[in-house]
């Protein structure tokens, strides 16, 4: 990204120590990046204050301080907090912590508004918010000079007071294009600002009794790292590190939903105490800003509509009407999966919610601490969460996916599992031999066989052969497709084979190489994703029902709107659920999403809240351009290859934390990937041809 | 671009018949047999020119598989335009196609054109419907009828462009109103406002969207 490059800090001593510090595993992109910066011409800072600090937990030997400066250069102003290195007693902040919380430069066009806290004991601390919706971590100001912040951006940049709290100063760089040219067409929700209804939810000041929960949160900051072994933590790849990970990204993407739910979650477990303090609390502010265009994935091609909404206003993103009204889930959520930190932003009336960091993926190293001398996973739940933030290394997913997938236990040794793979190997023969053992004259007898075999051959020879693994003439690896799919279909003959399940297939295959482990793997996702494909699509139904529930439970408003727009049948949701969102992303990035989601560590549905996420993500594109059932589906199409994997997991996960129960219970039992609650007949049979 | 009309057309027809090459042939004169195959739907579009005027196609390429007829139903609503696919070489294809014209005629609008392809026509010596029958079966359920080949482009321009004709001149015949959407027909610039009207916001419409 240009911008990115144009205020490269690099030559910032500050920076410069904090990139040297930590790993030395530089990737290639971020060297090419600093060595194509330079000097920013006329660079000056205007502000600089020591002694800044962020606290990631509750604990207050985890606090990080920094320097914090306020950067000119030309017309735009950033800001920049950079923690200081090696000065902290405490051996569980890593640098990389350090690193992940490093606010390197943002530009004040991309700050939305300020906000100034001064508890009556204590430090004074702002929150900054984006204008993308996302927040920086409350920073304190142990030495002052919260004010004379103040002062400076204002001198910088156009700086207004909320006329509703007097602690919200609203950010808007008028010398900035893009920036006047949204600024102009959120006049009608400027006006709202100047002249809104007092609605904001004034949540409280931080009383006292409640500083630990409010000001300094839930955030279990190090139980992402304390599962690694502290040896290894330092090798690890640092995603801060990475240039393509914007500055942005680092903390996770905090929806309205979110601060709105999480702030009804907290006002409900906490608002005695809040009424008790004299303050007053208020319905739903009506200062929503509908995100900006900015907002929208910067790599969004041409092809995707990128027409400025006209001036439909846009029903906000919700708000207490959600029946997100679970007073106990919210709390338990932040403290079970520990993974949320709650704060008394007050941003505009909201809390701020925000996700784990995404990690690197699980590497060679780090996996052998998994594992017990004889190879059994020791602490399966831990192995699944880590996996949950990160992925695996792509060398290690064959021996990953099998434990993720079901086909090896996690309390299996080496050897278990390799006499097991020997047993499997010849009952998969066994299955195959079956078919293959038909002869011409028996095939002409049967039909369903014929076709069957027709449809796979047709089918495999146009799954993934821009793939070199897949391409060209006779290759060996599609005729393994082939041979899997149509043992799969003997293996499974109610079932049989469907369109989509080469798709599922492919990945599979890629990562195991081996065939009959290939075979048990695919089979074993089909136990829980077999209903996607039948003939009834009862499985995709009620994926579709779900994601319809989900939605409306979180976003009433675009229910409401996919509502009146006949559009509730989430039919533009098929292919994302058909082969898990396989056509959206490229290869590598699929086959991160999919052991996300087999871990089930948070739920067996996060596929469904992955697509509430992205559908939360261009809400208001879909509501501002009016968007008819022909043109979302076109839409939603389109965004294959442009959806952001990381944004859209902290979203997703998020979402699944705030929804909480009401979530799980919107999804009906058996919805898959949970297995089917009744037995009998698995794969309803219907009396007419397999095929048409 | 503009367009003066843009009309949504509906690819359908048994998995494997070369509803997607015919697609890609048409939007992007070319033969690419190795390609994924189609997952929901997907879409292409093209313009084209009828009586000097520009007109759009906005083409919806469908899966053909049995178990996604559900919700390839949901997609006919609006189309003006159906190309209905079958393989000269595989007769089962010929057989389905009642099934395939009983879905559009139930879920379509009643005056979707409706173009009868037999494709694969560059495959002769394994041909196994016959020409007449695929005339015979499209003069009974009055359909226009092309052979086709998504491979060498023959006939490929013509099917796309002959519904196109045929569905203009309905629009010339005041056969539709083409001011309701539900027709499968947009009017942008330079169209004939529809029997209510021209609708404001068209010509802005027609600048918009040219993808
Ligand atoms: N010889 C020949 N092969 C074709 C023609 N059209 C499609 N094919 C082949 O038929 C296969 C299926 O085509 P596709 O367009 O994917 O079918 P769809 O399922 O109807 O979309 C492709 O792999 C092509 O190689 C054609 O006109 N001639
Ligand atoms: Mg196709």
Known sequence: MQETELHDLSDDADYAASQQHGSASITRSDSSKRSSSSEPEGAEIVYLKDNVTIHPTQFASERISGRLKLIKQGPSLFMTWIPYKGQNSNAKLSERDRNLYTIRAVPFTDVRSIRRHTPTLGWQYIIVVLSSGLAFPPLYFYNGGVREFLATVKQHVFLVRSAEDANVFLVNDFQDRLQRTLSSLELPRAVSVANGTPTSISVSESPNGNQERTDEGFYDGSSSTSQYNGRQKQKLHDPARDPLIHVLEKFSLVTKFARETTSQLFRESHGDGFSANGRRIHNQSSLDYPRKASDEPQKVPDEIPQKVPDEIPVPSDPCEKTSCRNQNHGEEAATNVGSFELIDCKEFGKLTVWGKPRLPPLGLEEWATFLDSEGRVMDSKALRKRIFYGGVEHRLRKEIWAFLLGYHSYDSTYAEREYRGSLKKSEYETVKHQWQSITPDQAKRFTKFRERKGLIEKDVVRTDRSLSFYDGDDNSNVNLLRDILLTYSFYNFDLGYCQGMSDLLSPILFVMKDESESFWCFVALMERLGPNFNRDQNGMHSQLFAISKLVELLDSPLHNYFKQNDSLNYFFCFRWVLIQFKREFEYEKTMRLWEVLWTHYLSEHLHLYVCVAILKRYRNKIMGEQMDFDTLLKFINELSGHIDLDAILKDAEALCICAGENGAASIPPGTPPSLPIENGSLYPQQDDDDVL | ?211
């Open chain 2, 1 to 211: 671009m503009s367009y003066a009309y843009l009309f949504k057309y509906i690819i359908i027809g048994d998995t494997g018949v070369g509803k997607s090459c015919l697609l890609l042939q048409f939007t992007d004169k070319r033969f690419q047999p190795v390609h994924d195959l189609t997952i929901g739907v997907e879409f292409g579009a093209r313009m084209i020119t009828i009586d000097n005027k520009p007109i759009k196609l906005q083409i919806w390429d469908t899966a053909g598989q049995e178990s996604f007829r559900s919700i390839t139903r949901s997609y006919y609503r609006g189309a003006a335009g159906a190309l209905l696919v079958y393989d000269i070489t595989r007769r089962e294809t010929f057989n389905h196609l009642a099934s395939w014209l009983e879905d559009a005629r139930q879920h379509a609008n009643a005056n979707m054109t409706i173009m009868l392809i037999g494709n694969k026509c560059d495959l002769a010596h394994r041909r196994a419907v016959s020409t007449e029958e695929g005339e015979q079966f499209a003069k009974e359920h009055g359909l226009i009828f092309m052979e086709a080949s998504a491979k060498t482009a023959q006939n490929v321009e013509e099917a796309f462009i002959s519904t196109a004709a045929t569905i203009y001149k309905k629009i010339q015949e005041g056969v539709f109103d083409v001011s309701n959407e539900s027709y499968g027909i947009k009017v942008g610039y330079g169209g004939i406002p529809g029997p209510s009207g021209g609708r404001d916001g068209s010509v802005s419409q027609a600048g918009g969207c040219c993808n």
